[in-house]
């Protein structure tokens, strides 16, 4: 009797292991080459491939390809080959920003946008630039990357700007200043709310040379710059000639030019007389023969070979002017050089 409660006993099927449902697989068929993803997690497969042993019931089948994706709601029955597929679509993911001021205007990728309270920014997948602008702030920048579907938290923190001034003293005293290519006044002054770093000061004023020299700025402080501008030499000593001499280059000139138009002159009034001439010849019905010639022959004739004299004796002289012609050794000019001293930044010169 208790031989065979044993046996039956060894031999009894146990309920609940005979009606355990056995897994199915899905069959993943495309896109080609997309990755797959079941319930969020990695398979290390790429479509087409099936992924085997899901627990029967609803699951979903992630697919990815870069920046495009797409979701498949899959019911996977027991000892069953269930089938996914779909078209990939662009992906959009999301930034949540966190400005400290909240004030800041906010840009994404250079457009302004408006931080919603019902959720964060909307943005597609891939590289995006966002930034937090205020007056009297640096801006806050961060460089993002979204991927399929995600969400990234952004914190921009606006730090308050200090500005720097510049103390700029000028010799002349009616001297322009001019700032960074950008012209501040006249006279000595100080040049306010400027950024920290290099700027360029000049100083200008007709009839001297330009003074320019770099100083640096730094926050909530004044720096100091002297500039002293030089009185420019005459057009004609920066040539290296005297006054004198430049009234020669221009009689040289005139005469060289001068000469130039009367050879012109002659040439008109010989090409004249040669036309005449063969008129002359050729008409045998001519009433005053004598005063045709004298009129259209001999006069051009004449008129040609004073200005060939002419011209002549222009060339000769400007010729001479220019032969004897010499610069003059160049005046030294003055040099401007910066000087940095613990009062500021000087100009001095050579002369």
Not at 26 to 45: H, M, N, R, S, Y
Not at 105 to 118: A, F, I, M, W
Not at 180 to 188: A, E, I, Y
Request: hydrophobic share 45%; glycine share 12%.
């Amino acid at each position: 009797m208790l031989t065979l409660l044993f046996l039956s006993r060894a031999f009894a099927v146990d309920p609940y292991t005979a009606s355990a449902p056995l897994p199915g697989d899905i069959f993943v068929a495309g896109p080609k080459g997309a990755k797959i993803l079941v319930d969020g997690k990695e398979t290390g497969l790429v479509a087409p491939a099936t992924v085997v042993g899901q627990a029967p019931g609803p699951h979903k089948v992630q697919l990815r390809d870069g920046c495009r994706g797409a979701d498949v709601l899959v019911e996977v029955r027991s000892n069953a080959i269930e089938r996914a597929e779909a078209e990939l679509v662009p992906a959009i993911g999301h930034i949540s920003v966190t400005v400290n001021v909240f004030s800041a205007e906010l840009r994404l990728d250079g457009k302004p946008v408006t931080l919603s309270p019902n959720g964060p920014l909307e943005a597609a997948c891939g590289k995006h630039v966002v930034e937090a602008l205020l007056p009297g702030y640096r801006n806050a920048t961060n460089d993002v990357e979204i991927t399929y579907d995600e969400t990234v938290a952004v914190v921009l923190s606006l730090v308050r700007e200090e500005f720097g001034n510049i103390a700029v003293g000028v010799t002349p005293v009616d001297a322009s200043v001019w700032v960074d290519g950008k012209s501040r006044g006249v006279g000595p002054m100080t040049v306010s709310a400027l950024p920290p770093g290099t700027h360029l000061v000049e100083a200008k004023r007709r009839g001297y040379k330009d003074a320019t020299a770099p100083i640096s700025v730094v926050d909530g402080q004044t720096a100091r710059i002297d500039l002293a501008l030089l009185a420019e030499a005459p057009f004609w000593e920066r040539s290296g000639l005297s006054r004198v001499r430049w009234g020669q280059v221009g009689a040289a000139s005139a005469l060289t030019a001068g000469a130039g138009v009367a050879g012109v002159l002659a040439y008109t009034s010989f090409t004249e007389a040669q036309a005449g001439y063969a008129e002359y010849e050729q008409l045998t019905y001519l009433d005053d023969p004598e005063h045709f010639y004298e009129e259209r022959v001999e006069a051009p004739t004449t008129m040609g070979t004073v200005w060939t004299v002419l011209g002549g004796v222009s060339l000769l002289g400007g010729g001479a002017l220019w032969v004897t012609l010499k610069p003059l050794p160049p005046s030294t000019g003055a040099t401007i050089v910066p000087m940095v001293s613990p009062s500021g930044v000087g100009v001095s010169g050579t002369f």
